[in-house]
């Protein structure tokens, strides 16, 4: 497939504390191109609310796990159906292969080292062969039976076997749910002879275990000593050895806890850490304390003085390969900051302090000096050196390193920050992404870090770093759009917007994208949200957190607010989650827009080349005028309808400028609009306050872009309309004088909770749908077919959830997509994956059926958006080609529904002037809407396509199955464009075709 290009181009200070020197470098603010995930009050805690507002049930505000777990079991179950799915998509992962993301577990094999295992947080298992030059998804995890996506730990057995758990505690809330993870299912062994994913100890979905968040809902760790397996589960360490075939126990009971608090009373709080030395001894974690064993029996040494108890939230351990009587510990308190950073080196008798807690400067789990609070409850990583004792790695935020120094008493070492989380890029050697969650250390000179980016690597002892991502697709993506080039973008969790160019910016790798960067020091950019492209201007349009906003036609741009939102952007504390929308067209037959042609008697005015014309003159019908758009000087054609006289001495005359876009942006204080967003000649930049209320969750136009959506946070769709009838601030602007537009709220109480996700149907704007996040057994799914002329709140939404086996589960649904060519096909972004019907808006709501369409090159992976280019193939190349932006997988791309023009034969000799009709049409011409009248010979599924005369399909409208006779049915044009049609109706293998014309 060949691609066109339509974007263009592609300070020391040394201190000792405790006997230990510490270093700090400085970093160029300049080259500070990342902006960790909770570094303000907007920060974690937005982060966290914004996913809990995703999930969690609106009628109590927090997440039911016997609800998820219901919505498990439900989808388990048509796993095991064989019934095939409604549209039979078929999926490309399409990267980001050189981007990473949040990567919380390493493994490299025991028995050869190119072979390394990593696991994302809600993209699944990946393996490499090459020593992390390359990743692929274990088979396992693929298509709709991969059991969980959330790897947290991983580890293996004497004889080489892998095991994985699933989960985290460490995610922003206790059931993994309010960060980019997810809930655990337990632990799993991967085979890798087969690719199969085998469950070893998992929990039942609808155990009263799993609903309460104990047991092994959620697994932090899991080590091995020879065969025997350990796992952190949520009610304390527990072990066992495999039986005579190999088989571990399936019950949770079946496994030992070995720590014994009294002679009867177990330990059973939540593990946060294991590691267990080269001589068998271990050392566990909890939050706020930690047990030893000294040697390879059953009994866990537990100081009796004390010692074994910190004031912490989180703790994390290391015993040093090379010597296990040395133990280094590291925790973090409900600030996350770190408390301590200590040594043992009697195996966990004493400890010596060696980096005190409370210096933000020389806090790895802080961002810089300035910080008040830290991540440690949140990413936290440790390891030693396998040849050096005295050598080891400590990683938060950022990274730092402390080497013993030899003869200190007592004990101290030097403290350097290993790597920077600032200048990232594949050519920068001294670069680790933010937020590490593991480091593996398997030789002296071989060292992995686990963290938001992926996987890095160091060859030299961490000395220089590596990005090893190549292959590791699981980004956590927001959103994305497409561009008519094949071309597209996505917002993503800690990873900013990627840009997908088919390696015009130069990308290394296949599937790699490259990063917009922010140039604008007014602006902070960090997460990527909401996305944005225009094939107009060649331009993407990319978001960060708390309404930044930037344009570029390369890799790099600034902000276009006008001077009085980048105030309020900038003194403002801003929506978390950033939320825009872009409206455009060449042919606007709606737009004020007028390009004023002046004609006088020194030069006249030059209307097409070698024609000049001057007062008096007269410019006839037919004649053509080539004029200059207003839009970034795009040249013009105007055919003369009527005759246009000039008068003496001067005259000028206004000719429609048809190329418009309308731009939205969510603000502190309400939705924002601009027309120039496209418009990249000029000189200031326009907005009008369009809607005084911040409450706006998505937007989304109508095809003609008179009407603006928004679905609320409360479960309200709201229509603004007349936004094509005014240009001046007076009528815009909520606060102007004659403000004009009419907002209409079209829907109340939709799902119980939050719209999320609307989709209009390219052909026709009344036909809708709404979608709905949380765990709840309220509907997620609803559709609308007034949605441009309901006068009130109520009855024009139903839920098409449908009934019985087929039902929309009871899980958030982020997003929907309504097929360009056929509006009954409709797709819905989920937690889980991706589901489809082919009878959206045909059949009745409770028969409207849903089939899963995770399967194909996919997975049960959340999807939070999708986007299908809507333009034809004469405009586009990748006309109808979906797109997904998957929460942990990256992108995903299909080509199921696309349809070329070569593809519709139905015009074929239509156009000929003497065809006959044999299809009532009227009116005829017609403006908005019109009557087709037809009769059937039989009961027939009815559908009509409509052609310009180019033979582009441009509206196809479904009038579903129906009855022998007389029918009369509406058809909406309102967003066909002034001209000549064809119209084919198709009943059964009966065809009726008729002409027609559209004017206004």
């Given at each position: 497939m060949n691609f066109k290009t339509i974007i263009a181009g592609s300070l020391a200070v040394g201190l000792v504390i405790g006997g230990t020197l510490i270093k700090v470098t400085k970093e160029s603010s300049k080259d500070a191109v990342y902006t960790p995930r909770a570094t303000s009050v907007q920060g974690q805690d937005d982060y966290a609310a914004y996913m809990k507002m995703l999930k969690a049930d609106p009628a109590t505000g927090e997440i039911d796990p016997a609800l998820v777990a219901q919505v498990m079991n439900d989808i388990s179950a048509r796993g095991?159906?064989?019934?095939?799915?409604?549209?039979?998509m078929n999926w490309i992962q399409m990267g980001p292969d050189n981007v990473g993301g949040r990567c919380r577990a390493i493994l490299v094999d025991k028995n050869n080292s190119n072979i390394v295992y990593a696991g994302s947080v809600t993209g699944g298992l990946y393996v490499s062969t090459d020593g992390s030059?390359?990743?692929?998804?274990?088979?396992?995890?693929?298509?709709?039976?991969?059991?969980?996506?959330?790897?947290s730990c991983i580890t293996q057995t004497a004889n080489g076997r892998i095991f994985f758990g699933t989960g985290s505690t460490f995610n922003e809330d206790q059931q993994g749910e309010m960060g980019s993870g997810a809930r655990g299912n337990g632990v799993y062994e991967y085979v890798p002879a087969t690719g199969d994913v085998v469950p070893v100890l998992i929990q039942t979905a609808n155990a009263p275990q799993w609903v309460n968040n104990t047991q092994v809902a959620n697994v932090n760790a899991v080590a091995a000593r020879g065969n025997r397996l350990y796992i952190g589960s949520m009610d304390g360490l527990i072990y066992a050895d495999p039986d005579g075939s190999g088989n571990y126990p399936s019950s949770f009971s079946s496994w030992t806890n070995p720590i014994k608090i009294t002679s009867s009373l177990f330990e059973t709080g939540t593990v946060n850490d294991i590691d267990i030395a080269s001589d068998g001894s271990m050392v566990v974690c909890f939050s706020n304390k930690f047990y030893v064993m000294p040697d390879d029996n059953v009994t866990l040494y537990n100081t009796t003085?004390?010692?074994?108890?910190?004031?912490?939230?989180?703790?994390q351990a290391s015993i040093a390969p090379s010597n296990p009587n040395v133990i280094y510990m590291v925790g973090c308190n409900s600030s996350g900051n770190m408390t301590n950073l200590e040594i043992s080196v009697d195996k966990g008798q004493n400890f010596s302090v060696i980096v005190p807690g409370g210096a933000p400067s020389v806090d790895p789990m802080r961002r810089s000096a300035t910080e008040t609070t830290g991540q440690g409850r949140y990413d936290m990583a440790i390891a030693c050196d396998p040849s050096d004792w005295g050598h080891i790695l400590v990683g938060g935020i950022r990274l730092f390193e402390w080497k013993y120094n030899p003869g200190s008493s007592p004990i101290g070492g030097s403290w350097l920050e290993a790597a920077t989380i600032f200048g990232q890029g594949a050519f920068n050697p001294y670069y680790v992404h933010a937020d590490k969650h593991t480091i593996v250390w398997p030789s002296a000179s071989t060292i992995y870090i686990g963290s938001d980016g992926g996987v890095n690597r160091s060859t030299d002892g961490a000395q220089t770093w590596q990005q090893r991502n190549l292959g590791f697709n699981v980004t956590t993506f927001y959103?994305?759009?497409?561009?008519?080039?094949?071309?597209?973008?996505?917002?993503?969790?800690?990873?900013?917007?990627?840009l997908f160019a088919f390696q015009a910016f130069g990308e290394p790798s296949p599937l790699g994208t490259t990063e917009i960067v922010n140039t604008d020091p007014n602006i902070t950019f960090g997460d990527g949200f909401d996305v944005a492209v225009s094939n107009i201007a060649q331009t993407v349009y990319a978001t960060a957190q708390n309404a930044a906003l930037i344009r570029t036609n390369s890799a790099a741009g600034g902000n276009f607010y006008d001077a009085d939102m980048l105030d309020n952007y900038i003194n403002n504390s801003q929506p978390w989650h950033t939320v825009i929308r872009l409206w455009e067209t060449t042919n606007d037959p709606l737009s004020m827009d007028s390009v004023k042609i002046i004609v006088d008697s020194v030069y006249g005015a030059v209307i097409a080349p070698g024609d000049t014309v001057f007062p008096g003159d007269t410019i006839q019908v037919g004649d053509t005028i080539h004029y200059t758009s207003l839009t970034n000087g795009f040249s013009l054609q105007h055919i003369v309808t009527n005759p246009i006289i000039l008068a003496n001495p001067k005259d000028s005359f206004l000719i429609q400028d048809p190329i418009q876009s309308r731009f939205v942006l969510r603000m502190a204080d309400g939705v924002y609009m601009t027309k120039d967003a496209t418009r990249l000649n000029a000189g200031t930049f326009q907005w009008h306050k369009i809607y005084a209320s911040n409450n706006a969750y998505n937007f989304e136009f109508s095809p003609d872009g008179n009407h603006l959506f928004i679905g609320t946070g409360d479960g309200k769709v709201v229509r603004i309309s007349g936004l094509a009838m005014y240009n001046d601030s007076n009528s815009l602007d909520v606060g102007g004088a004659n403000y004009a537009l009419t907002v209409t709220t079209i829907a109340t109480g939709l799902g119980g909770g939050s719209i999320v996700g609307l989709a209009i149907d390219p052909n026709d704007a009344d036909n809708m749908i709404a979608t709905a996040g949380g765990y709840s057994t309220n509907p997620h799914v609803y559709r609308c077919t007034n949605a441009t002329t309901a006068t009130g709140s109520t009855g024009n939404f139903v839920s098409i959830k449908g009934s019985g086996a087929t039902a929309f589960p009871n899980m958030p649904a982020y997003d929907a997509m309504?097929?360009?060519?056929n509006k009954d096909k409709v797709i819905i972004a989920s937690e889980w994956g991706v589901w489809s019907t082919d009878n959206a808006f045909s059949a009745s709501a409770t028969s409207v059926d849903w089939a899963d369409e995770s399967g194909n090159g996919m997975a049960h992976v959340p999807v939070h958006g999708i986007v299908q280019q809507h333009l034809w193939s004469d405009a586009a190349i990748n006309s109808g080609w979906v797109y997904l932006g998957t929460h942990g997988q990256g992108f995903f791309a299909s080509s199921t529904l696309a349809t070329s023009i070569e593809e519709n034969d139905d015009f074929a000799d239509l156009t000929d002037n003497n065809f006959v009709s044999n299809l009532h049409v009227y009116p005829n011409p017609m403006n908005n809407k019109g009557m087709v009248e037809f009769n059937l010979k039989a009961n027939a599924n009815t559908t009509v396509n409509i052609f310009n005369l180019n033979g582009k399909l441009v509206k196809t409208v479904s009038l579903g199955m129906l009855a022998k006779g007389q029918h009369k049915e509406s058809i909406n044009v309102s967003s066909l464009s002034i001209g000549t049609y064809i119209m084919s109706l198709n009943a059964g293998n009966d065809k009726s075709i008729a002409k027609f014309i559209v004017t206004r």
């Open positions: 095991k159906q064989t019934s095939k799915a409604a549209l039979g030059g390359t990743w692929t998804r274990v088979s396992g995890h693929l298509g709709t039976q991969g059991d969980n996506l959330s790897v003085n004390g010692l074994n108890n910190r004031s912490a939230s989180r703790l959103d994305v759009a497409c561009a008519a080039n094949g071309w597209f973008i996505g917002g993503a969790q800690d990873n900013g917007n990627q309504i097929d360009y060519q």
